[in-house]
C-alpha cells in the first residue's frame, strides 16, 4: 500500500507563517545536522573499537548555536536527559522555538541488538524484520531519539564491500520487501508516535555498487541497471511512507549521488513523488571537493542543495555558506525555502512541534532489553541462520554429547553484535559457549584455538588437547565486527587470521567437525565446503547468539534461512550474483565460454539457498494459462510435500526469465516467494500471482515496456534449482 509522506494543508499553513518569520541565518540553520564535538586528544581508532569510550570524552554541544537558533537536527546523541536538555534551549531559549529532530544510526536494534540486516534478510521473512524494527524504534525513541538512519536498502553484489552487512544482498525483489517491512517496522501508521522513529532510506543511491568493493568509490552504470536494480528498494521504501532519503558518498556516472539533480530531483521528487526530506551522509557534500566537482566548501553547497539535498550532515556548508550565496543572488532563495518547508513538514508530522520531549531514563530502563525484544532478538536469530551442509546428518547434536567448542568467537561477546551495535553492550550478550551451557550441555569443552586476525603463526597444542576429549568439535570462525560494515572493504574473503589453519588441524584429528561462521559478509570456503561435515551460517546474530545457537544446534529450532546473498568460491568472482545478464557464450565444456580457467564461474552456495532437517519434494506445478495479455495476471500453482522426518519451513521461490527481449535480460529474475511451515508427510498447493506489467524492463529509450514473448518460469527451493515451464504474453 502507498504511505507516501503526504502533503497537509493545515500544515503546510504553519510552515509559510514560520517561513515568513525566519531569517536568513534561521532558515540556513534548519538545513544544518550537527553533532557534539570532541574536544582535546583522543585516538578515533579507540574510540571506534570501544564505543563506551565516547562517555569519558569530553564534548561540545554547541549550546550557543541551538540557542541562536542556527542548528535544525542534532546526531551523535543518546540518552532521553541530554537530548531532552538540548531540545529545552532550542524549544525555550532560541527565538522562534523549532525544535531540533534527533537522529542516530539504529541500524538492527538499540540496546538489544537483533542479528545484521544481512542476516535478517535470510529469514524471507518481511513480518519479522517489521517487527524488529519495531522493537529497535520502542528502545530508542525510550532514550529520546525522533529520527534513525535506517534502512539501508542498498543492493551488494560484491562481498568485499564491507556495508553488504547493513542490507538485504544482491535481489531487488526481496531488497524491496525488506525496505518495506523496515520502514513500516520504524514509522508504523504515524511516526509521531512516542514509541515509533522517523525512517531514513540509504544510500540514495547505487552505492552498493562501488567498484572494487571499496567503500566510497565511483560507480558506474547504465540508466536501465540504475533503474531496474538499485532504484527499486528505494521505490518500495518512498511507498511505505519513509520520511527521508539520505545521500550517499559515490559518485554515479561521473556526477556525485549528494549533487545529482537527475536521481535528487528528477527521479526521486518527480517521478516517485518523495515529499520528505533528504540528508547528505556524513561530509558527503564537503567531499564533492576531493571528488574535484567543486572548487570549495561554498560551491559544494551549492550544488547540492540546488541538485536537491536538503539538509547539511557535519559539512557546515549550508549554515556558514546559505546567507552569503543568497545574498550575492547566486541562490535562490525560493530554493532554500523549499528545502527548510520539506524538514518542518518532516518536523510536523514527527510531532515534535507539540511534544518536542521524548524518552525518559525511567523509559529507558523499563523497556532497554525487555523481556520480549529478548525473546524477538533470539527468535530471529535462529530463523536467520543458514545451514549450508550437513553430511549424514551429523546436526542436530544431542545434549549429551561432549563437545569441544573451539574458535576465537566461541566464548566471545563483542563480536556477536556485528557493526553499527554501538548503543548496545557486549556485556549484555549470550556467548556461543553460554548458550550451550544454559541448553544442558553438561560436556562442553571451550578453547580459543587463535586469534581472529593475528599476522603471526598461533600454537594449536591446547586447542587439539581439547579438540581430543570430543565426541564432536565444533569450530566457531570468522570475522570480527570492525572487520565489515563501514570502511571495511576486504581484498580477500577467506577466513582470516590463522583460522583456515585451525580448522584443518581440527579436520586431522579425525573427528566429526561443525563449523559455526560468525561474519558479517559472504566468505569463501571451498575446502570447508569439501572437507567439514557440517556448516551453519550464523552471520551476526546480536545479544541472543548463543541461546539462537543452541536451539539450532540441538534440533529445538529446524534452521529455515535461505541465503539473500551468492558465497563465491574465490574472491575473485566477485561481484557475483545469480541474475546476471544472459551472454552470447553460456559457460559450457567447450574452451571458448564464459568461464574461468583455474576455478569454476558459479558460486559455492548460490541465492535462495539454504538446508534444513527435513527434505521438501516440489510437486505438479501448473498455470491457470499459458498465454496472458500485458494487463492480465499469472496463477501458479505448486505442491510442497515435506518428505522428511521433521516439521520444517521452506522457502518457495518463484523466478521467471524473458527469453527473447529488446535488451540482453538477466538469466532469472526473483518474482515471488512464500515461505511455510509442514509437518512430516504434510503437502500444501500454494498459488503465486504475477502480474504481467512486473515482467517488463526498460527499454533503449529508458521506456518501461512489456514485451510479447516468451518466457520461462521456475518455483524451486533456490535459484539453483526447481520445477519449470514456460508460458507467454501476447
Same mark, same amino acid.
Given at each position: 500500500?502507498?504511505?507516501?509522506? $503526504?502533503?497537509?494543508?493545515?500544515?503546510?499553513?504553519?510552515?509559510?507563517?514560520?517561513?515568513?518569520?525566519?531569517?536568513?541565518?534561521?532558515?540556513?540553520?534548519?538545513? *544544518?545536522?550537527?553533532?557534539?564535538?570532541?574536544? +582535546?586528544?583522543?585516538?578515533?581508532?579507540?574510540? =571506534?573499537?570501544?564505543?563506551?569510550?565516547?562517555?569519558?570524552?569530553?564534548?561540545?554541544?554547541?549550546?550557543?548555536?541551538?540557542?541562536?537558533?542556527?542548528?535544525?537536527?542534532?546526531?551523535?546523541?543518546?540518552?532521553?536527559?541530554?537530548?531532552?536538555?538540548?531540545?529545552?534551549?532550542?524549544?525555550?531559549?532560541?527565538?522562534?522555538?523549532?525544535?531540533?529532530?534527533?537522529?542516530?544510526?539504529?541500524?538492527?536494534?538499540?540496546? %538489544?541488538?537483533?542479528?545484521?540486516?544481512?542476516?535478517?534478510?535470510?529469514?524471507?521473512?518481511?513480518?519479522?524484520?517489521?517487527?524488529?524494527?519495531?522493537?529497535?524504534?520502542?528502545?530508542?525513541?525510550?532514550?529520546?531519539?525522533?529520527?534513525?538512519?535506517?534502512?539501508?536498502?542498498?543492493?551488494?553484489?560484491?562481498?568485499?564491500?564491507?556495508?553488504?552487512?547493513?542490507?538485504?544482498?544482491?535481489?531487488? !525483489?526481496?531488497?524491496?520487501?525488506?525496505?518495506?517491512?523496515?520502514? @513500516?517496522?520504524? /514509522?508504523?501508521?504515524?511516526?509521531?508516535?512516542?514509541?515509533?522513529?522517523?525512517?531514513?532510506?540509504?544510500?540514495?543511491?547505487?552505492?552498493?555498487?562501488?567498484? +572494487?568493493?571499496?567503500?566510497?568509490?565511483?560507480?558506474?552504470?547504465?540508466? /536501465?541497471?540504475?533503474?531496474?536494480?538499485?532504484?527499486?528498494?528505494?521505490?518500495?521504501?518512498?511507498?511505505?511512507?519513509?520520511?527521508?532519503?539520505?545521500?550517499?558518498?559515490?559518485?554515479?556516472?561521473?556526477?556525485?549521488?549528494?549533487?545529482?539533480?537527475?536521481?535528487? *530531483?528528477?527521479?526521486?521528487? &518527480?517521478?516517485?513523488?518523495?515529499?520528505?526530506?533528504?540528508?547528505?551522509?556524513?561530509?558527503?557534500?564537503?567531499?564533492?571537493?576531493?571528488?574535484?566537482?567543486?572548487?570549495?566548501?561554498?560551491?559544494?553547497?551549492?550544488?547540492?542543495?540546488?541538485?536537491?539535498?536538503?539538509?547539511?550532515?557535519?559539512?557546515?556548508?549550508?549554515?556558514?555558506?546559505?546567507?552569503?550565496?543568497?545574498?550575492?543572488?547566486?541562490?535562490?532563495?525560493?530554493?532554500?525555502?523549499?528545502?527548510?518547508?520539506?524538514?518542518?513538514?518532516?518536523?510536523?508530522?514527527? &510531532?515534535?512541534?507539540?511534544?518536542?520531549?521524548?524518552?525518559?531514563?525511567?523509559?529507558?530502563?523499563?523497556?532497554?532489553?525487555?523481556?520480549?525484544?529478548?525473546?524477538?532478538?533470539?527468535?530471529?536469530? #535462529?530463523?536467520?541462520?543458514?545451514?549450508?551442509?550437513?553430511?549424514?546428518?551429523?546436526?542436530?547434536?544431542?545434549?549429551?554429547?561432549?563437545?569441544?567448542?573451539?574458535?576465537?568467537?566461541?566464548?566471545? /561477546?563483542?563480536?556477536?553484535?556485528?557493526?553499527?551495535?554501538?548503543?548496545?553492550?557486549?556485556?549484555?550478550?549470550?556467548?556461543?559457549?553460554?548458550?550451550?551451557?544454559?541448553?544442558?550441555?553438561?560436556?562442553?569443552?571451550?578453547? /580459543?584455538?587463535?586469534?581472529?586476525?593475528?599476522?603471526?603463526?598461533?600454537?594449536? *597444542?591446547?586447542?587439539?588437547?581439547?579438540?581430543?576429549?570430543?565426541?564432536? =568439535?565444533?569450530?566457531?570462525?570468522?570475522?570480527?565486527?570492525?572487520?565489515?560494515?563501514?570502511?571495511?572493504?576486504?581484498?580477500?574473503?577467506?577466513?582470516?587470521? $590463522?583460522?583456515?589453519?585451525?580448522?584443518?588441524?581440527?579436520?586431522? %584429528?579425525?573427528?566429526?567437525?561443525?563449523?559455526?561462521?560468525?561474519?558479517?559478509?559472504?566468505?569463501?570456503?571451498?575446502?570447508?565446503?569439501?572437507?567439514?561435515?557440517?556448516?551453519?551460517?550464523?552471520?551476526?546474530?546480536?545479544?541472543?547468539?548463543?541461546?539462537?545457537?543452541?536451539?539450532?544446534?540441538? +534440533?529445538?529450532?529446524?534452521?529455515?534461512?535461505?541465503?539473500?546473498?551468492?558465497?563465491?568460491?574465490?574472491?575473485?568472482?566477485?561481484?557475483?550474483?545469480? $541474475?546476471?545478464?544472459?551472454?552470447?557464450?553460456?559457460?559450457?565444456?567447450?574452451?571458448?565460454?564464459?568461464?574461468?580457467?583455474?576455478?569454476?564461474?558459479?558460486?559455492? !552456495?548460490?541465492? +535462495?539457498?539454504?538446508?534444513?532437517?527435513?527434505?521438501?519434494?516440489?510437486?505438479?506445478?501448473?498455470?491457470?494459462?499459458?498465454?496472458?495479455?500485458?494487463?492480465?495476471?499469472?496463477?501458479?500453482?505448486?505442491?510442497? #510435500?515435506?518428505?522428511?522426518?521433521?516439521?520444517?519451513?521452506?522457502?518457495?521461490?518463484?523466478?521467471?526469465?524473458?527469453?527473447?527481449?529488446?535488451?540482453?535480460?538477466?538469466?532469472?529474475?526473483?518474482?515471488?516467494?512464500?515461505?511455510?511451515?509442514?509437518?512430516?508427510?504434510?503437502? @500444501?498447493?500454494?498459488?503465486?500471482?504475477?502480474?504481467?506489467?512486473?515482467?517488463?524492463?526498460?527499454?533503449?529509450?529508458?521506456?518501461?515496456?512489456?514485451?510479447?514473448?516468451?518466457?520461462?518460469?521456475?518455483?524451486?527451493?533456490?535459484?539453483?534449482?526447481?520445477?519449470?515451464?514456460?508460458?507467454?504474453?501476447?
Amino acid at each position: 500500500m502507498d504511505q507516501k509522506v $503526504n502533503i497537509h494543508p493545515q500544515v503546510e499553513a504553519k510552515i509559510d507563517d514560520l517561513l515568513c518569520r525566519m531569517t536568513l541565518a534561521e532558515k540556513a540553520g534548519q538545513l *544544518t545536522h550537527l553533532s557534539p564535538s570532541l574536544v +582535546g586528544g583522543f585516538d578515533i581508532e579507540d574510540l =571506534i573499537e570501544n564505543p563506551e569510550l565516547f562517555r569519558e570524552v569530553k564534548r561540545d554541544f554547541h549550546e550557543d548555536w541551538i540557542r541562536e537558533g542556527v542548528v535544525g537536527s542534532f546526531g551523535g546523541m543518546t540518552g532521553a536527559e541530554d537530548i531532552n536538555r538540548l531540545q529545552k534551549i532550542a524549544v525555550e531559549e532560541s527565538r522562534l522555538g523549532i525544535p531540533m529532530i534527533f537522529g542516530l544510526d539504529v541500524i538492527h536494534g538499540y540496546r %538489544t541488538i537483533f542479528p545484521i540486516p544481512l542476516a535478517e534478510a535470510c529469514c524471507w521473512e518481511p513480518e519479522l524484520m517489521e517487527r524488529t524494527a519495531a522493537a529497535a524504534a520502542k528502545e530508542a525513541a525510550a532514550a529520546g531519539i525522533h529520527w534513525t538512519f535506517a534502512p539501508m536498502v542498498d543492493i551488494a553484489r560484491d562481498a568485499r564491500w564491507g556495508r553488504i552487512a547493513e542490507g538485504a544482498g544482491e535481489d531487488p !525483489y526481496l531488497g524491496c520487501q525488506a525496505a518495506a517491512a523496515r520502514v @513500516r517496522g520504524f /514509522q508504523g501508521n504515524d511516526f509521531s508516535q512516542p514509541d515509533r522513529l522517523a525512517a531514513c532510506a540509504k544510500h540514495y543511491i547505487a552505492y552498493g555498487a562501488a567498484e +572494487g568493493g571499496r567503500d566510497y568509490n565511483r560507480v558506474d552504470l547504465s540508466l /536501465q541497471t540504475l533503474h531496474e536494480i538499485y532504484l527499486p528498494p528505494f521505490q518500495a521504501a518512498v511507498e511505505a511512507g519513509a520520511a527521508t532519503v539520505m545521500s550517499s558518498f559515490n559518485d554515479l556516472n561521473g556526477v556525485p549521488a549528494s549533487a545529482n539533480p537527475y536521481t535528487l *530531483t528528477t527521479v526521486l521528487r &518527480g517521478q516517485l513523488g518523495f515529499n520528505g526530506f533528504v540528508v547528505s551522509d556524513a561530509n558527503s557534500i564537503g567531499e564533492l571537493v576531493p571528488h574535484r566537482f567543486a572548487a570549495d566548501r561554498k560551491e559544494a553547497g551549492l550544488k547540492a542543495l540546488t541538485a536537491g539535498v536538503d539538509m547539511d550532515m557535519s559539512t557546515e556548508s549550508y549554515r556558514h555558506d546559505i546567507p552569503e550565496l543568497v545574498e550575492q543572488g547566486v541562490l535562490s532563495l525560493d530554493v532554500v525555502d523549499e528545502a527548510v518547508r520539506r524538514i518542518l513538514r518532516v518536523k510536523f508530522l514527527a &510531532g515534535l512541534f507539540d511534544h518536542p520531549y521524548r524518552g525518559s531514563a525511567a523509559l529507558e530502563r523499563d523497556i532497554h532489553l525487555h523481556p520480549q525484544h529478548l525473546s524477538l532478538a533470539r527468535e530471529a536469530a #535462529r530463523r536467520s541462520f543458514v545451514l549450508l551442509k550437513n553430511e549424514s546428518d551429523l546436526l542436530p547434536l544431542k545434549k549429551e554429547t561432549t563437545i569441544s567448542l573451539i574458535g576465537p568467537l566461541a566464548d566471545n /561477546q563483542a563480536d556477536m553484535l556485528g557493526s553499527w551495535a554501538f548503543t548496545g553492550s557486549p556485556k549484555d550478550v549470550v556467548t556461543i559457549a553460554a548458550g550451550l551451557r544454559a541448553a544442558g550441555c553438561a560436556n562442553l569443552r571451550v578453547a /580459543q584455538g587463535c586469534a581472529i586476525n593475528s599476522p603471526e603463526t598461533e600454537d594449536f *597444542t591446547e586447542a587439539l588437547a581439547v579438540a581430543a576429549q570430543a565426541d564432536v =568439535i565444533v569450530a566457531v570462525l570468522g570475522e570480527s565486527a570492525m572487520m565489515s560494515g563501514e570502511a571495511a572493504s576486504r581484498v580477500s574473503l577467506d577466513l582470516p587470521g $590463522n583460522q583456515q589453519a585451525l580448522l584443518e588441524a581440527l579436520h586431522a %584429528t579425525g573427528k566429526p567437525l561443525v563449523l559455526l561462521l560468525v561474519n558479517g559478509r559472504p566468505l569463501a570456503l571451498p575446502w570447508a565446503a569439501q572437507h567439514v561435515d557440517a556448516i551453519l551460517e550464523l552471520w551476526q546474530p546480536g545479544t541472543q547468539a548463543g541461546h539462537a545457537a543452541a536451539d539450532v544446534l540441538f +534440533g529445538n529450532y529446524n534452521p529455515s534461512g535461505r541465503l539473500a546473498v551468492s558465497f563465491p568460491y574465490s574472491v575473485g568472482q566477485c561481484p557475483i550474483y545469480y $541474475n546476471r545478464p544472459s551472454t552470447g557464450r553460456p559457460a559450457g565444456a567447450f574452451k571458448f565460454t564464459s568461464k574461468y580457467i583455474d576455478g569454476p564461474w558459479e558460486p559455492l !552456495y548460490p541465492f +535462495g539457498y539454504g538446508l534444513s532437517y527435513t527434505q521438501f519434494a516440489y510437486e505438479n506445478l501448473r498455470l491457470t494459462e499459458t498465454e496472458i495479455h500485458p494487463e492480465d495476471t499469472l496463477y501458479v500453482r505448486v505442491t510442497v #510435500r515435506n518428505a522428511g522426518g521433521r516439521r520444517g519451513e521452506e522457502v518457495v521461490q518463484l523466478y521467471t526469465a524473458d527469453l527473447v527481449a529488446g535488451r540482453v535480460r538477466p538469466v532469472k529474475e526473483l518474482k515471488a516467494f512464500q515461505k511455510i511451515a509442514l509437518q512430516p508427510g504434510e503437502s @500444501r498447493e500454494l498459488l503465486f500471482k504475477i502480474k504481467a506489467s512486473d515482467l517488463g524492463y526498460y527499454d533503449t529509450a529508458m521506456q518501461y515496456v512489456v514485451e510479447p514473448g516468451l518466457f520461462q518460469l521456475w518455483v524451486g527451493p533456490s535459484s539453483a534449482e526447481g520445477l519449470e515451464t514456460t508460458f507467454r504474453i501476447v
